[in-house]
Each structure stands twice: as structure tokens, then as C-alpha cells.
């Protein structure tokens, strides 16, 4: 690998075939950090701005091969996990990571679509918790995401502080609970808890339907892990990324649904 040679990140999440979520996202956000982008699709999704029509999952020996054809020519300096619908999935995905020991996984629990389409199977929910949450860097839950991982409802800020804490229980390194679902005003908190320190970072709350802003964050956060940002600091970083793509955000599709304008965050940095 030659000194200008950018570090190689990998996504192992879920197809967008609309370009505005997903593995689509992921590239793009890591083009954007000028790091290399590697892709192992766990899923394939029929979907546009409007919502997910169908899903389909490849066999279990594709994904693993996908894996193993990243891991085997490439400096993997971190993984990003994003959409995987099943238990067998999540379990062959936490096998390559045991096997291979990425410095950095930065885990995007995608359980629900922005537009309430259900992404991960029932039955998969406890593996993500023992297999994939003690391997993990970093989690970044909505809400959502994390009342169905601690199993009880978070309705304050008080709430997400004890969610926090009891993902880092379960063996998470860090976490980041996204706040864009807890209504606080005019305020967006996001919340960042390692085991030893806790920082908020807030921005206004954009008046605007979104699509593929956990996919882009998670990604964004795992470049610039590989680009030397601590922990809180690559949170911070990828948060401002994703605000400013939605500033410059744009609606290709026939919905009002916006998607993120990489190249405008990477160039109003």
C-alpha cells in the first residue's frame, strides 16, 4: 500500500436501490472522508423515497464470501453494520468480525425504515444483543431502536441516559443515542456515553422529512475513526456532516422525502 493510498472502511448493511440509504449511503459518506469504500451486501431492498416494497436476503455463504473477499486483500481499518435482517445473518457477520478483529466496529442497529417498513426479523433482536452489541466500537440507536433493545420506553432525557447505560451493560464500547425522535423543543440531542465520560451534542431541528441520516452518520463516524478522531470527536464530526448534507439536501424522487448531498457536506466543511 503506497503512503497516499487511502484506509479501506467497510459496510456490511443493506441495498438501497433508491441511492439515498443503505450501502449507497455508506460509499458515499466514505468517499466524502476520503477513505476507501468496500461493500458486503447482507440484504437487497426494493425501495425509493416513498418506502420499501420488497426485501430480499442473499444466502448466508455469499455474504460470508463477500466478507472474506474484503478482508483478504484489504487493510479493513473498520467496519460499519447497518441493516441485517436476520439472526443468521447477524451470526455470520459476528463470526468474521471475532475472526478478523477490525479496530473499529461502528454498529447502526436498523430495525425499522424511515418510512415504518420492519427491517429486522423478531427473532433476531436477542442475537444483535449477544453476538454483534459486545463487539461493537460504537452503537448509534434512534429512539426507537433503543427502547426495543433495552425494552423499556425512553420519554426524556433522564430515560436516554439509563437506555445508555444499559446498552454499555450489555457490552457495547460506546454508545450514541441519537435524540431526533425525543421531542425536546426546537433542539435535536444526540447523546454520547463510553464508560468512563458522557458529552451532548445539539443542533436546531430541521423542519424536513429525511431519508438515510443513520446509514450516513454511522459511516461518517467510522471514516473518521480511520482518519485519527477519538471516539467523541468522530461522533461530533459526523453529526456536522450530516446536518450540513441536509442543508444542502435535495428530493430526486416524486416524494417530498429529502436525501443528503454529500459532495455539499464534504465541500462546506
Not at 444483535?128 to 440507536?141: D, E, F, G, I, Q
Not at 430541521?206 to 468522530?234: E, F, K, R, Y
Not at 461530533?236 to 455539499?264: K, M, W
Request: charged share 15%; aromatic share 4%.
Amino acid at each position: 500500500m503506497s503512503p497516499n493510498t487511502p484506509v479501506s472502511v467497510l459496510t456490511i448493511a443493506g441495498s438501497d436501490s433508491g441511492g439515498g440509504a443503505g450501502i449507497q449511503a455508506d460509499l458515499k459518506a466514505f468517499a466524502a472522508h476520503r477513505v476507501h469504500g468496500l461493500s458486503a451486501i447482507a440484504a437487497l431492498t426494493a425501495q425509493n423515497t416513498r418506502g420499501v416494497t420488497a426485501v430480499h436476503v442473499p444466502p448466508i455463504a455469499f455474504l460470508q464470501a463477500q466478507i472474506e473477499a474484503c478482508f483478504d486483500d484489504f487493510d479493513v481499518h473498520a467496519v460499519k453494520l447497518g441493516m441485517l435482517a436476520n439472526a443468521e445473518v447477524i451470526h455470520c457477520v459476528a463470526d468474521a468480525l471475532e475472526k478478523h478483529h477490525p479496530t473499529h466496529v461502528v454498529l447502526d442497529p436498523v430495525m425499522v425504515s424511515t418510512s415504518g417498513a420492519r427491517l429486522l426479523e423478531g427473532s433476531a433482536l436477542d442475537a444483535l444483543r449477544s453476538r454483534l452489541l459486545p463487539l461493537a466500537t460504537l452503537v448509534t440507536p434512534n429512539t426507537p431502536e433503543a427502547e426495543l433493545l433495552v425494552g423499556r420506553r425512553i420519554g426524556n432525557g433522564e430515560d436516554a441516559e439509563q437506555a445508555a447505560a444499559a446498552l454499555l451493560d450489555m457490552g457495547a464500547g460506546a454508545v450514541l443515542l441519537k435524540g431526533g425522535h425525543l421531542l425536546e423543543g426546537s433542539r435535536v440531542i444526540d447523546r454520547f456515553f463510553d464508560t468512563v465520560s458522557s458529552e451532548t451534542f445539539i443542533h436546531a431541528r430541521l423542519s424536513v422529512d429525511a431519508h438515510g441520516t443513520g446509514c450516513t452518520l454511522a459511516s461518517a463516524i467510522a471514516a473518521q475513526l480511520c482518519n485519527g478522531l477519538s471516539l467523541a470527536n468522530a461522533c461530533e464530526a459526523g453529526i456536522d456532516y450530516v446536518a450540513r448534507g441536509l442543508r444542502h439536501g435535495y428530493t430526486p424522487g416524486r416524494s417530498d422525502v429529502l436525501v443528503l448531498d454529500h459532495f455539499g457536506a464534504a465541500t462546506h466543511a
